[in-house]
């Protein structure tokens, strides 16, 4: 007699809100939540549309500081994105007060500050 033990269910990967980023007009546009310590989720409220030669890039700004980068925004469709963090990412993001996405030309900004108009900020919570 065969015996199937049925899989382990791996544990849920904890997620919580991290900021609602809005237009300069106060509509907001994206939904941010930390899946675990290495992704942030983005979840649209509308399609955001994006010139073929343009990506979206995710900054979190410190009290005071310059914009650092936290990574190009992975587009999965109109509404859904993602940015894979790396330590060097997490420790940025958990010295920002404020996250905030530009345009910038393919592959993200050139020159590690944005080049491209900031299209959405937030403050984040916690």
Known sequence: MI????APVPAPVPVSDVAVLSTDQAEPVW???RRG?????LSGLAAVD?????????WAIPEGGAPQS??????S???KAEVA???EAQARLAGGKVLAISLEPAGGSPTGAPTGPVLYTGRLQG
């Open 3 to 6: 015996v199937k033990v049925p």
């Open 31 to 33: 939904i941010v939540r």
């Open 37 to 41: 310590n290495d992704v942030l989720e």
């Open 50 to 58: 994006v010139p073929a030669d343009r990506d979206l890039e995710l």
């Open 70 to 75: 936290l990574g190009v925004i992975r587009r």
């Open 77 to 79: 469709e109109a509404t």
């Open 85 to 87: 963090l790396g330590a």
